[in-house]
């Protein structure tokens, strides 16, 4: 494999099938998914010995755990015995052994070893506990974010993986002390390349969004290659988000040259503002089904601070008044306004990535120009792709 240069000229790689088909769908899954290194959870979810997170990494169920040394181990969530799932999305305690709520056998914390199962010299007479560990992923930490690769030894370990962002390319914030929204799903019908390129797109931001984000506009924005990475740089925050009635994070420096989206190859990612930190996954679903896995953390308002009046709303940090019966998902059929409405650049992503996606299937949609000043991230994304998922099968 080869990491792709930083191209100077934007076209377009791909084939228009590729963002339908289920035949690439599947070699996906098989030359780039399950190799990838994907965004699972975060230290504080896992903080103490024992503390697990149950996710889901595309395919494949997946447990992150704190071992007793303090550092983290990824198994597969699946039994050895039978292949249940362990646990439930979702997070817990496990400190006294990963335990399967089928059979009972139960696997020790810091390596996945099989500890012991019920009636054994009964029911399995000779066998050696030692050959039956859960399978092992890998883990990797980046600031407060914690990857997940299905794989027990990964073709690119993580430090390769994530390249020099840590040192180049670093979010202002840190998530002490700030406190977790309500995490969303939105539900879409497109495929998931449709929306990271979306994600990249820095030509559409003062068009699509000018009533959210508004802009910036694509001379006030530019992008860097960090590996297999791509990062958004912004030139100065919008003067909305200084007057808006949320929170300013404290300690953001958000003005001047500075990062703003981290999208993270192939399909997690970073949203960063002076007023939230986001982070996400896009999980692919089906050939023209995936859904974004949202979740997003917001400084607390000092006590003695005075509300601002509350002006319009910006993007993640007001989707809730859309939201139907409690739910914590959100697809364009259930929203009560046109998703132009909605007054969340989220959801108008959402909506324009639907739109796309019908018009690949007509016989006259062929990509036309594309903008050598905005949209040379998609070229840079889709040669990474290619360099895993090659267009004639190996």
């Known amino acids: 494999m080869t990491v792709p240069p930083k191209p100077n000229k934007a ?5 228009k099938q590729c963002y339908y088909s289920s035949t690439w769908f599947e070699r996906e899954h098989r030359e780039l998914f399950s190799r990838s290194w994907t965004f699972a959870c975060t230290a504080q979810d896992v903080l103490h010995v024992g503390d697990y997170k149950a996710v889901q990494i595309n395919r494949y169920p997946m447990i992150v ?3 007793r040394d303090g550092s983290l181990r990824a198994y597969h969530n699946t039994c050895r015995h039978r292949g249940t799932q362990i646990f439930e999305e979702g997070a ?3 400190r006294h052994g990963i335990v399967c709520p089928y059979h ?3 696997y020790n914390i810091d390596d996945g070893s099989l500890r012991g199962l019920p009636k054994k010299d009964l029911c399995f007479a000779g066998m050696n506990l030692a050959d039956w560990p859960l399978h092992s992923g890998s883990v990797g930490t980046i600031g407060d974010l914690v990857f997940v690769n299905p794989m027990a030894q990964p073709d690119e370990d993580f430090d390769t993986w994530i390249g020099s962002m840590p040192r180049t390319h670093m979010w202002p914030h840190s998530l002490e002390g700030l406190s977790e929204k309500r995490p969303i ?3 879409i019908h497109c495929n998931w390349k449709v929306f990271c390129e979306n994600a990249m797109d820095g030509y559409h931001l003062s068009y699509l969004h000018d009533k959210t984000l508004m802009g910036p506009d694509v001379e006030d924005q530019d992008w860097d290659a960090v590996h297999r990475h791509w990062v958004s740089i912004g030139f100065g925050e919008n003067p909305s988000r200084e007057n808006s009635h949320y929170a300013t994070i404290p300690g953001t420096a958000m003005s001047g040259r500075r ?3 981290w999208q993270f190859f192939p399909n997690s990612g970073v949203l960063a503002t002076s007023i939230f930190f986001s982070a996400y996954v896009i999980v692919p679903v089906g050939p023209e089904r995936c859904y974004l896995e949202l979740r997003t953390w917001m400084a607390p308002r000092p006590k003695d601070e005075k509300p601002k009046e509350e002006g319009r709303r910006s993007g993640t940090s007001g989707h809730g008044h859309i939201m139907k ?4 998902y959100i697809s364009i059929d259930e ?3 046109h998703a132009m409405e909605a007054l969340d650049f989220q959801i108008e992503d959402m909506w324009v990535v639907e739109q796309q996606q019908k018009a690949l299937h007509s016989p006259m949609m062929k990509t036309g120009e594309l903008a050598d000043y905005g949209e040379t991230s998609l070229t840079f994304f889709q040669a990474n792709i290619l360099d895993m998922v090659p267009l004639e099968a190996p």
């Not at 076209?11 to 084939?15: D, F, M, V």
């Open 11 to 15: 076209r377009q790689l791909l084939p």
């Open 65 to 67: 755990v704190r071992t």
């Open 92 to 94: 817990g305690n496990c």
């Open 104 to 106: 009972a056998w139960t």
């Open 185 to 187: 799903r939105y539900d």
């Open 259 to 261: 990062p703003v989206v």
């Open 325 to 328: 019966d409690g739910r914590r």
């Open 335 to 337: 929203l009560g306004c």
